[in-house]
């Protein structure tokens, strides 16, 4: 018997429901795929980068957003790799932002069967470059970033109390964040420049599941939307929220896009930079586009 074309890189430990039900149909998958399992925070970026080497035709990642972002740069670290293999994406998450982007079923079967009979999309790969501890490094995202007051929520989170209450864990982290001065922020680009307290910038529409932030943004455009928030306070954010609850994002106080196809963002020493919910580093943030450059499998006619 052949080698499955397909290696499905998921976690063994991973909680809820949806990864319960998964784990008990693995049983069914085992012909058509090869199972990698994770060990660690990261190890999916090992894995995919391994499995692009032992020539598999599809990655899946099976798990939210953040499983997603350690796969793609898994596949982006190996020279040629994002050309070889395709991205499959099992929705297990909480959010699964870049799933509902795409129109990939939320549930486990029907995007599985994505994944088996879909069309591989082109879509653009922003490439992040931010300092850490060990210098600056380099950080693919795929749906969006952020820095100041969601990196603060993002990078400030107890991971206990994660474990215990989930999502809500981030509405603490964020009220914490609210409590410190917030940073002034520049960004710059070709041809122009803001200033702020908070800026995100997305690749797609989507922000923190199904509230959409970047109204003009298209996965394959070449270009990425820079939503820039000149002030931040307890009122603003509370204001923002609801109008982004109810569709009407122009009505959060002030806040300003521009469409950019790169940018740097600079600030205090230590801000904070989240790229698709997981903290990556501190500013300075130069982000740059390879466009169309990931393949990833999406319902037909999406």
Request: charged share 20%.
């Amino acid at each position: 018997m052949s080698r499955p074309s397909i290696a499905l890189i998921f976690n063994p430990a991973a909680r809820g429901e949806k990864a319960r039900r998964f784990r008990e149909s693995l049983g069914q998958l085992r012909d058509e795929c090869t199972l990698l399992e994770t060990t660690a925070p990261g190890s999916a970026t090992a894995l995919a980068a391994q499995a692009v080497r032992d020539g598999y035709e599809t990655v899946v990642a099976t798990g939210g957003d953040g499983t997603v972002n350690e796969v793609v740069n898994g596949l982006a670290s190996v020279p040629g790799g994002l050309g070889q293999a395709r991205l499959g994406i099992l929705p297990l998450g909480t959010m699964n932002v870049f799933a509902r982007e795409l129109g990939i079923p939320l549930m486990a079967k029907r995007a599985w069967e994505t994944i088996r009979l879909g069309q591989a999309r082109a879509v653009d790969l922003p490439l992040a470059k931010v300092q850490t501890e060990d210098g600056r490094a380099e950080r693919c995202f795929v749906q969006m970033a952020g820095a100041g007051l969601d990196a603060d929520a993002v990078g400030g989170v107890s991971l206990a109390l994660k474990k215990k209450i989930g999502p809500l864990a981030y509405l603490f982290s964020t009220l914490a964040a609210l409590k410190a001065k917030p940073p002034t922020l520049t960004a710059r680009w070709d041809g122009g420049s803001a200033r702020g307290e908070w800026m995100c910038v997305g690749n797609g529409r989507f922000f923190g599941g199904p509230v959409v932030l970047f109204p003009d943004a298209k996965l394959n455009d070449g270009r990425l939307d820079l939503c820039v928030f000149p002030r931040i306070n307890p009122g603003s954010v509370l204001r923002g929220v609801t109008s982004m609850a109810l569709g009407q994002i122009a009505d959060w106080p002030g806040a300003k896009h521009h469409r950019v196809s790169e940018l740097t963002i600079d600030g205090p020493v230590g801000t904070r930079v989240q790229a698709d919910g997981d903290f990556i580093g501190t500013l300075p943030m130069t982000i740059t586009l390879l466009e169309r450059a990931l393949r990833v499998l999406a319902p037909c006619g999406k």
